[in-house]
């Protein structure tokens, strides 16, 4: 007679990879380098130095990584109050 191992359909669990404490001052330094990026290139279309479609275009990127940021908080900010108000 012959047994096989049963393996479960689920996937198995995985193993968190270590947390970088750094991890939000660098995820705030690159959004403040994209809003730099939109600054410049703003500045060199001013200056006639840059074209209208890279200003444009970086100051888009900006808006869009501004508002990733924003839910990010918003949402880090209701865990926070929802874990705070569970009663123990």
């Known amino acids: 007679m012959r047994v096989d191992l049963l393996s479960p359909d689920t996937a198995s669990p995985s193993s968190n990879p270590p947390s970088d404490p750094s991890a939000f ?45 924003t839910a990010a908080a918003q949402r880090s900010a209701q865990a926070l109050q929802s874990i705070l108000n569970m009663q123990l």
């Open 25 to 69: 001052e660098k995820a705030l330094d690159a959004i403040g380098v994209v809003l730099d990026g939109a600054t410049r290139a703003e500045n060199a279309f001013a200056r006639g130095a840059g074209s209208l479609q890279d200003a444009v275009y970086e100051r888009a990127r900006a808006d869009v990584a501004l508002s990733v940021a």
